[in-house]
């Protein structure tokens, strides 16, 4: 069996070898193990994809085989590469065994169909996250950040690193593959362009001496560095994302890949595995979620309903948000007028979608778990309310993308020449006791060389006594729960360091795919034409959060007229 995989591997190599991708329709599963036999009682429709993964007890992953080192098959017949390590290290989370596994050939532009029609579980692989994509795919934060950038001769990596070193060399490029216009945009001359048929003959001339360097995508450079011994990747000049892809409306299995990631990059598996395919480059930095926690892959419920809140927004015409009162972000002023950052926000979306900024009703909920409970049962479309975007919260409801970075923090008064921890050295600090405060401003400390002292306080209404007495400097905690009180207290303020990192988003209601990408790539639309950005300075004095970027247009109107 082994030999016939092979054979049939090889013949799709040699099959595709004008195109750089392997035709599906006679592609194989490659297993790693001898997987139990399915389950005989037909699942239905509706199947969660936990459910059915523990059905027939084993992993289905999507990846190509002809991409290394993100996936391949070797001479040997077996699959490999970055995709295939992180199948395998689910499958050994999930399912208590690397080998309980199997892989399929998935391309770009058909893995969304092998998701919808259940042929994987999920696809690991170079795939861009964009904004059509999002269409028949959920996708986790991104794992690698593709775009342009030149391949050189090692030797010559030291005197090229960038698009302007180009002057004057000429730059082999695959022809109509987009990478000569991107280098047009990235240069103030006039490029010497000298055009291939494939990206392997500009690689060739490359490492022949016929071309000084290669422009192309760097998933794709990889591909032709590992061909081409004595080549280096430098210079990247774009950027895309590239995530895992999952099915959508499925909000268990969502928090099953996206809290199992999170946890990879904490215990340094992700690294590890990043490190082994793509050193010795670093890998991308990845949003952390506080908290601790994965869920359970048997604790997959059978199926699975989602609620359609973009037609209930339809019919009533009038989106609901429930909003937990936290200044600045949403809260009722004397008036018992909703205001606040995310107040704001959320008329404005409204405004994109039903052509009016005032189709908001604001309900106020007495605390977050009521409004998750609103979120769940169709009383509310979002919630608001400066939320921290935890593990634990991830479990219970959906999130949009980040809209602002809190963390720890550091309040001081006006006019201070105290605006770093450089600043800090030699002085005392005030904490909330219990808080946490104390140790993320000593590792911070730590980590900048600087001496600070700490005076512990019950609360942070005696925090601001002390400094407004002298007693301290500064004060370090929540940035979020800081500001309240500094736009209320005159004298004093929060500065724009941070000593952690912290995502705070909209929340949004579990497993509505659809509500969940109209949402954000209404954010994205704001972003772009600076809505975005003048809402944010408006609430805050410093540089607003960049939104994640998923390149491209909507897949749907916006609007919702």
């Not at 963390?407 to 800090?424: F, H, R, Y």
Request: glycine share 10%; charged share 20%; hydrophobic share 45%.
């Amino acid at each position: 069996m082994k030999r016939v995989i092979w054979l049939l591997t090889v013949a799709l190599v040699l099959a595709s070898c004008t195109t750089g991708e392997h035709p599906e329709a006679t592609a194989p599963f490659i297993p790693t193990a001898t997987p139990p036999p399915p389950t005989s009682d037909p699942l239905p429709d509706n199947v969660t994809t936990g459910a059915r993964i523990r059905a027939r007890g084993y992993l289905v992953v999507g990846i190509r085989y002809d991409l290394p080192p993100f996936g391949y098959v070797t001479d040997e017949g077996e699959a490999a590469g970055f995709g295939v390590d992180v199948g395998r290290e689910l499958a050994r989370r999930w399912l208590g065994d690397p080998l309980a596994v199997k892989f399929r050939q998935v391309r770009a532009d058909t893995a969304a169909a092998h998701i919808r029609d259940g042929d994987v579980d999920i696809v690991i692989t170079a795939l861009t996250h964009t904004q059509d994509r999002e269409e028949g795919a959920d996708f986790t934060l991104p794992f690698f950040i593709d775009g342009q950038a030149l391949l050189v001769r090692a030797a010559d990596a030291n005197t090229i690193g960038k698009p302007a070193d180009m002057a004057g060399r000429a730059v082999g490029v695959e022809a109509w593959s987009g990478a000569e216009n991107a280098l047009w945009a990235a240069v103030e001359f006039t490029p010497t362009i000298l055009a291939y048929n494939y990206l392997d003959e500009a690689a060739s001339a490359l490492s022949s001496g016929g071309v000084d360097a290669v422009a192309d995508l760097r998933h794709r450079l990889f591909r032709e560095r590992y061909l081409f011994p004595g080549l280096a990747i430098v210079g990247q000049y774009t950027s895309a994302p590239m995530a895992f892809a999952y099915p959508e409306n499925d909000a268990f299995f969502a928090d099953l890949v996206n809290l199992t990631f999170q946890e990879m990059v904490v215990d340094g598996a992700y690294a590890e595995l990043y490190g082994r395919w793509f050193g010795p480059e670093y890998p991308p930095f990845v949003e952390r979620w506080p908290g601790e926690g994965v869920p359970d892959l048997a604790d997959a419920p059978f199926t699975a309903n989602t609620l359609d809140n973009i037609a209930a927004i339809r019919e009533r015409g009038r989106v609901i948000a429930a909003v937990v009162d936290h200044a600045p972000f949403a809260y009722f002023d004397d008036t018992g007028a909703p205001v606040g950052y995310e107040a704001s926000l959320v008329r404005q979306i409204a405004g994109r979608w039903l052509g009016d900024t005032t189709a908001v009703d604001f309900i106020r909920v007495s605390s977050e778990k009521a409004g998750r409970q609103a979120l769940r049962n169709g009383q509310a479309n979002l919630l608001i309310g400066g939320l921290t975007h935890t593990r634990a919260a991830e479990m219970e409801i959906d999130f949009s993308l980040t809209t602002y970075a809190a963390g720890e923090g550091l309040m001081v008064l006006a006019g201070t020449v105290i605006t770093d921890l450089n600043s800090l050295d030699g002085q005392q600090v005030a904490v909330v006791r219990g808080s946490g405060s104390d140790e993320a401003l000593m590792a911070a400390a730590k980590d900048a060389g600087v001496s600070i002292a700490t005076l512990s306080q019950p609360s942070v209404e005696a925090a601001i006594a002390a400094l407004q007495e002298g007693q301290v400097v500064a004060i370090a905690g929540d940035r979020a729960g800081l500001l309240g009180p500094s736009y209320a207290i005159e004298g004093v303020g929060v500065l724009p360091l941070r000593l952690t990192q912290v995502p705070l988003a909209l929340g949004l209601p579990p497993g509505d795919s659809a509500f969940r990408d109209l949402v954000n790539m209404t954010l994205l639309a704001m972003k772009a034409d600076r809505q975005f950005d003048t809402i944010y300075a408006t609430w805050f004095d410093d540089t607003p959060v960049a939104l994640e970027e998923w390149p491209g247009a909507p897949y749907r109107n916006l609007s919702l007229r």
